[in-house]
C-alpha cells in the first residue's frame, strides 16, 4: 500500500444546494444507463409481445446478475469518499485499482452464471420465439459484462470525490449510441443480420466496452487526477481487497435482494403469459426510471456522510442524512401523484396493445403507493453505507423483500391459501408493496438514528 501525505480537508457542503449540485449529474447518469433498458423496451414493444417478453426476460437476469456483483465493488465508495475527505489522495488511486481487480474476478464468474441459458428458461418456463430470443440476449449482453463492470468501478470512484459530471457526460453519450446500435442489430443493416430483440443485447455489449475505454481515457489524462493516479497499477492487495469486501459483500446481497424482488418476479410472473410479463415489464421499466431520482440523492447522501466523517465531522453527517431523506420524501410524494394520475399517458408511450394496457393499468398502482417508501429505502441505506454500515439493509431486505415479497407474492399470485382465487401478477406487486413500506420505515429510521449516535460519540449495534 503506497504512503500518503494527509491534508485535512473542511466538511463538504450539506445545504439542499449542495445537495441537488451532486445529486443532479448523477441523476442524469443512472436515467442515462436505465435509459439504455427503456429504449430496448420500447423498441422491442412494437416488434409484439414474444420480442417483448424475451427481452423482459433477458435483462430480468441480467440485471439480477448484473447489480448483485457491481453491488459487491461498492465497498470503494465510501473507502475513496473518506479518503478524499481526509486528503488522502493518493489512496484513492491504490483503491480504485483493487476494485478493478476485483470487478475482473467478479465478471468471470457472471459471464457463467448469465450463459447458462437452461436455468433461467426452465425457472421462467419460456417456450418458442420467447425462449430463443432470452437465450440470445444473455449470450451477447455475456460479452460486455467484464466492460460494463469495470466501468463502475470508475463511476464509483468519481462520485466519491464530487465530480459525478463525469459519469454524466459519458453515459449521455453511451445514451445517444444506443439507439442507433439498437437499430443495426435489431433490424440488420448491410452484411449485419437482424437478431430482433436479442439485437438490444449486442448494443449493449459494445456500449459496456466503449464505457470502459472513455473511463479509463479521462482518468489518465485530465490533470485532476493527477494526484490520485499510481505510478504503475497496482498488483492485488489481499489486505485492501478484503477490506473492501467486508463493506461490498453485504451492499451485493442487498442489492441482490432488492433489485431481484422486481426482477424475479419478471422471471416467475412470465409463467402467466406474454401479455402479462409484457405489462408488468412496462410497469417495472417505468418506475426504474422514476427511481433514479431517490437512488441520485442516495448516492450523494452516501459520498456526503463519508466525505463528512473522513473530515472529522459527525454533526455535517447528520446534517446531510437528514436533509437527503427529507429531500427525497418530498420528490418521491409528487412523483406517485404523477404516476397515479398519468398512468395511461406513461403507460401508452410503450404499447397500444389493450391488453397489455390493461395489465400495466392495475400495477401501476402498487407503484403510487409504494415510492415514497422505496425512496426511504434508498436514501437510508447508502447514507448507513457512508457510516460504514452495511449488515443492517442486508438482514431487512433479506426478510422484507425477498422474504415478504417474493414469498408471499408466490402464494398470492399461483395459489388460493389466502385468498378465494390466485391473484395473478397482482399478488406479487401487493407482496412487495407492503414489503417496501416495512422496510422504507426500519432502513430509514435507522439512518437518522445512527446519524445522531455517531454525533453523539456512541457505539452503534448491529453494524
Known sequence: MPTTIVRRL?????????????????????????????????????????????????????????????????????????????????????????????????????????????????????????????????????????????????MSMNAAVSRPKIAMWVALLMLLLKAPFNYVFIYGMGPIPGSGGAGCAISS????????????????????????????????????????????????????????????????????????????????????????????????????????????????????????????VIMAACVSLLLYYGKYFFIELYTTDKSVIAVAAVLISFAAIYHVFDAMNCVGSFALRGYRITFLPMLVYGVLLWGLGLGLGSILTFTDYLTTTPMGASGYWTAITIGLILSGLVVGGFALYVAKQVQAGKKIWLK
Not at 465510501?78 to 488511486?93: D, N, T, V
Request: hydrophobic share 50%; charged share 10%; proline share 4%.
Open 205 to 328: 455489449a459494445i456500449v459496456g466496452w466503449l464505457t470502459l475505454l472513455l473511463y479509463w481515457l479521462i482518468w489518465h489524462y485530465d490533470k485532476f487526477y493527477v494526484e490520485m493516479r499510481q505510478e504503475r497499477f497496482s498488483k492485488p492487495d489481499p489486505k485492501a481487497i478484503i477490506n473492501q469486501l467486508k463493506l461490498g459483500i453485504p451492499i451485493g446481497i442487498s442489492a441482490f435482494f432488492e433489485v431481484t424482488s422486481f426482477t424475479f418476479m419478471t422471471i416467475f410472473i412470465s409463467r402467466l403469459g406474454a401479455n402479462i410479463v409484457s405489462g408488468h415489464q412496462i410497469v417495472a421499466n417505468l418506475t426504474s426510471l422514476f427511481y433514479m431520482a431517490p437512488l441520485a440523492i442516495g448516492i450523494s447522501s452516501s459520498v456526503l456522510v463519508a466525505q463528512s466523517l473522513g473530515a472529522s465531522s459527525p454533526e455535517s453527517a447528520r446534517i446531510a442524512t437528514y436533509r437527503c431523506l427529507k429531500f427525497a
Open 10 to 154: 473542511t466538511p463538504p457542503s450539506t445545504s439542499y444546494w449542495a445537495i441537488i449540485k451532486l445529486s443532479l449529474p448523477i441523476w442524469i447518469s443512472n436515467l442515462a444507463i436505465v435509459g439504455g433498458g427503456t429504449i430496448d423496451t420500447l423498441m422491442t414493444g412494437h416488434l409484439g409481445a414474444d420480442n417483448l417478453a424475451g427481452v423482459a426476460i433477458g435483462i430480468a437476469v441480467s440485471v439480477s446478475i448484473f447489480v448483485a456483483l457491481v453491488g459487491v465493488m461498492q465497498g470503494l465508495s465510501p473507502i475513496a469518499g473518506h479518503h478524499y475527505g481526509a486528503g488522502r489522495h493518493k489512496l484513492i488511486g491504490f483503491e480504485l485499482h483493487q476494485t478493478l481487480w476485483l470487478g475482473f474476478v467478479l465478471s468471470v464468474i457472471g459471464i457463467c452464471i448469465m450463459t447458462y441459458t437452461p436455468l433461467w428458461l426452465k425457472l421462467t418456463n419460456a417456450q418458442g420465439k420467447v425462449a430463443e430470443i432470452a437465450s440470445l440476449f444473455l449470450i451477447f449482453n455475456a460479452i460486455g459484462l467484464p466492460g460494463a463492470m469495470c466501468a463502475r468501478a470508475y
